[in-house]
């Protein structure tokens, strides 16, 4: 294995990630809050004392602020018992809802099944009274059911027990009953709402089959505008430094929300890692610049882009952080490697993928006693998704892979505690993130050609496989006795998925010049050039033969229907 892998491997700790993230859980750590400005503090004191290069952070306007002391819903008739409370499951009050009087306010409560449809409230005397609906496990839903009790009907409130993405048969409301699911409201300001279990929500329905029930609600929140910060860490690069490799995570979240923490936790391990190892002389200071950045999902990296009042610099790569390290027996989750889009050409994707294969085997076969070859911490890779941050890069044209452990059957609860991040699962993805951002920042000629290697690799496995896989479709038509057309339009969607995995695969090898260029002599960078240009002849004899035997398998007659 790469000797800069194994040094990350030995120096990564799991466990000093861990325990950044649970430092973490016990705030609120909502946009512009109190919360989320000691988690940054807490990090920035951290980082200050590591002699990084530069550690400061960046202020930036919160339209929608948001803070919450306490709040908590109890039945007063036709039996007096609590419902839920905010010490209790932090994650029952939806952001930006609107505070009571202190002394909290009284109201009938009236279900509304679902809540997502106008029939739902027919025949329902909700003007002024609380709304109990059941949603449909997305966010979207609930937004919709806030916006028609509230805004149109009138009622002073919500509760629902929805539960966001199901995952049968692991996470349901039924075999969860317990779970309080964090929700937001529109940000309209108009109005509250809670997230309460589904078992606190069939007592409620149970009593109201029986009698009229009276709730108390009580608020102590404060929605306002005020000041957001995003922690910046800089790692100057010393050859092109104008180039940069981006870390970003986000350290928002509910309480105790140590999915996002999680990412936030890692963070710091890896700016810590990287600038002990530089600062040690196990590696070398980089070419390019590494930029650490981190805030409220969403805003604090907008707040980033927003004070650079000069064009952005040529950013390399970006990894994204969102929950990265849960604990994949107790979540039933797996580490997931989101690509970067397709349309942004870069080498990133592929590169990311070789080294989650070199670094992902853990334990040893029968009777062997050095190769490791079985892997106990699932890493997966699936198509970009606009989850995160990412989604802001995206538009940037940055190359931005999400590292986020899915799914979790634990997501956005008051379940969501330290304990469910497991430091093994921490440090395989900050082994394998570090290690591609400093190929990345440090790239001259050589890393470029090790780079170049395993993109060609990556490349000619994943056309192999897309055509095998093409050709036992066929064949398996052709048994089936299926009609010459369906044979033909496999064949067509074959040559197709080919088509285009030969096209991302040029453009990734191509790529990869953005790196030689700047930084090599140009004799050197010529001499690339070609052993590019053979990587990618390689790639299109590849695919055009594979092609070649595709068209021959569909040929073939035998068992095919006339």
């Known amino acids: 294995m790469n000797r800069l892998v194994h040094l990350f491997q030995s120096d990564f700790s799991g466990e000093n990630a861990k325990q950044h993230a649970g430092y973490m859980t016990q705030f609120m750590r909502t946009p512009g809050s109190s919360g989320i400005r000691s988690a940054i503090l807490y990090a920035e004191e951290y980082l200050k004392k590591l002699g990084i290069d530069r550690v400061y952070r960046i202020e930036y306007p919160v339209k929608n602020g948001w803070d919450v002391t306490d709040a908590d819903v109890r039945i007063v008739s036709p039996i007096e018992e609590c419902v839920v409370t905010y010490s209790e499951a932090p994650t029952c009050i939806q952001w930006w809802s609107v505070a009571t009087p202190p002394e909290g306010v009284t109201a009938e409560l009236v279900d509304v099944n679902s809540g997502l449809r106008e029939e739902d409230y027919l025949g329902k005397q909700v003007f002024g009274k609380i709304v109990l609906a059941a949603g449909d496990g997305h966010a979207e839903g609930n937004d919709h059911a806030y916006k028609l009790a509230i805004e149109k009907f009138g009622s002073i409130g919500l509760l629902t027990d929805s539960l966001l993405y199901p995952q049968p048969p692991f996470r349901t409301r039924v075999n969860m009953p317990d779970a309080v699911q964090l929700l937001r409201?529109?940000?309209?300001?108009?109005?509250?709402?809670?997230?309460?279990?589904?078992?606190?929500?069939?007592?409620?329905?149970?009593?109201?089959?029986?009698?009229?029930?009276?709730?108390?609600?009580?608020?102590?929140?404060?929605?306002?505008?005020?000041?957001?910060?995003?922690?910046?860490v800089e790692i100057r690069g010393k050859g092109n430094p104008d180039e940069e490799v981006w870390f970003v995570a986000h350290c928002s979240g509910t309480k105790p929300g140590a999915n996002c923490a999680g990412g936030a936790g890692l963070w710091i391990e890896q700016a810590r890692l990287i600038a002990n190892l530089i600062r040690e002389g196990k590696i070398p200071p980089p070419r390019r610049t590494i930029r650490f950045i981190m805030g409220a999902e969403g805003g604090g990296l907008e707040g980033y882009l927003d004070a650079q009042k000069t064009q952005l610099p040529k950013v390399h790569a970006a990894f994204v952080y969102c929950s990265t390290g849960n604990d994949q027996d107790?979540?039933?989750?797996?580490?997931?490697?989101?690509?970067?889009?397709?349309?942004?050409?870069?080498?990133?994707?592929?590169?990311?993928?070789?080294?989650?294969?070199?670094?992902?085997?853990?334990?040893?076969?029968?009777?062997?006693?050095?190769?490791?070859?079985?892997?106990?911490?699932?890493?997966?890779?699936?198509?970009?998704?606009?989850?995160?941050?990412?989604?802001?890069?995206?538009?940037?044209?940055?190359?931005?892979?999400?590292?986020?452990?899915?799914?979790?059957?634990?997501?956005?609860?008051?379940?969501?505690?330290?304990?469910?991040?497991?430091?093994?699962v921490l440090k395989r993805c900050g082994v394998v993130t570090s290690y591609v951002a400093t190929m990345v920042a440090s790239a001259g000629i050589a890393e470029a050609r090790q780079i170049l290697d395993r993109v060609e690799s990556v490349n000619r496995s994943r056309i192999t496989e897309a055509a095998i896989k093409a050709r036992q479709e066929i064949l398996d038509l052709q048994i089936n006795g299926s009609s010459r057309e369906a044979v033909q339009e496999r064949l067509a969607d074959g040559e197709g998925e080919l088509d285009y995995l030969l096209e991302t695969a040029l453009n990734s090898i191509r790529s990869i010049e953005d790196l030689v260029w700047p930084s090599c002599q140009k004799e050197d960078a010529a001499e690339y050039r070609d052993e590019a240009e053979e990587s990618v002849k390689v790639i299109q004899e590849l695919a055009s033969s594979e092609k070649y035997k595709m068209r021959k398998w569909a040929s073939r007659s035998k068992g095919v229907a006339k």
């Open 185 to 232: 409201t529109p940000r309209l300001g108009k109005g509250w709402a809670f997230s309460i279990s589904y078992s606190k929500a069939q007592r409620l329905r149970e009593l109201l089959r029986a009698s009229p029930v009276r709730l108390k609600v009580r608020i102590d929140a404060q929605n306002f505008e005020g000041v957001g910060h995003t922690l910046v």
């Open 330 to 424: 107790k979540c039933k989750s797996s580490l997931i490697l989101f690509k970067s889009p397709e349309s942004i050409p870069s080498f990133l994707n592929d590169l990311c993928i070789s080294t989650i294969k070199d670094v992902s085997m853990d334990a040893l076969a029968p009777f062997k006693d050095v190769s490791r070859d079985i892997g106990l911490i699932r890493f997966n890779v699936a198509p970009y998704t606009p989850w995160s941050d990412n989604s802001r890069l995206m538009r940037l044209k940055i190359p931005c892979p999400l590292f986020m452990s899915w799914p979790d059957i634990f997501f956005h609860t008051q379940y969501l505690t330290d304990d469910k991040l497991d430091p093994g």
